[in-house]
């Protein structure tokens, strides 16, 4: 254990240091040595300081003539806690102390390092206000909304704000997350797919929640709404009606056929919502591992072995005019073997007048 003399020294040799502290250790030792509480830092830095004459005012130096003298200066600022959170900050050393005194923190009291509004820190000044536009962070992607509320807290602004998308509300957002609205990098595509459209719709905002929604065959549309009646209007007729494929789908000799599958599909639509999408089909069709198209190639391979494997088309018959996300369903769906059966449902779980045959 180190002896009193050698604490003193070690205290000694921090206070008295002119080199700058350069680390938060060191900030938190200098802190110590001055007496402050052990959860302050002084961060001491060492400045040039312009040649000054007797009263005090800043030398003129001719041009072409010698350089002045001019001074290096200890400036301390002491810190309420770590630097860099917005905590309580001091530029002289009497006002901290001051401060410091308010301090126990063996018994918790007065301890907020936040508590003197920044100390000698201008007053905190909020980066958004009622009303704005701006653009969230959530899991890596930026959601439009608008500032609905805000509020604050020690530690900094924290805002509540309403997605335009969906209108949902999210309170409790820091600063750090929330940026200003830019139209310019929004993709429309993107966009689209969070309005809940096809991932070949475009969506821009035009303002006061309207929007210029383009369909895949060029037409447009002035609301979500709108956009969506269109697509719940429109038929999503399976592709084994409209092509036999390459090889053709065998319809016989398979006890797969006629069975039912349940398939789910997760779809994030806001920052804070997601979406559960389940869609109930049926085994149309199923090509062989044996099967080859008019080329003489395999008919499908495996991706997950790299073999000619079978391969069975599963058709969907929901009426999106019924559905509440109609946008994300889909007509058909191909599976191979092993994925199939994952999501076969069980015969017994079947009401009798939908199971094969019935």
Not at 18 to 33: E, H, V
Not at 193 to 207: I, Y
Request: aromatic share 8%.
């Amino acid at each position: 254990m180190a002896s009193d003399q050698t604490v003193l020294d070690a205290l000694g040799a921090a206070m008295w240091d002119p080199q700058p502290t350069g680390t938060d250790l060191k900030a938190q030792q200098l802190a110590y040595a001055l007496g402050y509480p052990t959860s302050w830092r002084v961060v001491r830095t060492i400045e040039e300081m312009p040649p000054q004459d007797i009263s005090g005012e800043e030398k003129v130096v001719d041009e072409g003539g010698p350089a002045a003298a001019g001074c290096r200066c200890i400036v301390d600022r002491i810190y309420a806690g770590e630097p860099g959170t917005g905590c309580d900050m001091w530029f002289h050393h009497h006002a901290a102390m001051m401060a410091a005194q308010d301090w126990n923190e063996d018994e918790g009291i007065g301890c907020d390092p936040f508590q003197h509004k920044g100390g000698h820190l201008l007053p905190r000044q909020a980066a958004f206000e009622k009303g704005d536009k701006v653009e969230v962070l959530f899991e890596n992607q930026w959601y439009e909304a608008k500032i609905v509320r805000r509020k604050e807290h020690s530690e900094g602004f924290r805002y509540t704000v309403s997605y335009t998308v969906d209108k949902t509300k999210q309170t409790g957002i820091p600063e750090e997350i929330i940026r200003e609205f830019r139209s310019e990098d929004r993709d429309p595509r993107e966009l689209a797919m969070q309005l809940g459209l096809g991932e070949d719709w475009e969506a821009v905002p035009t303002g006061n929640n309207r929007w210029k929604i383009t369909a895949p065959n060029g037409k447009i549309f002035t609301s979500k709404k709108a956009a969506l009646a269109a697509i719940s209007s429109s038929s999503q007729e399976p592709l084994s009606n409209k092509d036999d494929g390459d090889p053709p789908w065998r319809t016989t000799d398979h006890e797969y056929l006629g069975r039912l599958v349940k398939w789910t599909q997760e779809h994030a639509v806001t920052a804070r919502r997601k979406i559960t999408v389940e869609q109930i089909g049926r085994v149309a069709g199923w090509i062989s591992e044996s099967d080859v198209d008019k080329a003489g190639e395999p008919g499908f391979i495996s991706e997950k072995t790299g073999q000619p494997a079978k391969l069975f088309h599963v058709v969907f018959e929901d009426e999106p005019h019924m559905h509440p996300y109609a946008s994300y369903l889909v007509a058909f769906q191909d599976f191979e073997e092993f994925e199939l059966e994952q999501h076969l449902i069980p015969e017994d779980e079947v009401p009798s007048k939908k199971r094969k045959g019935a």
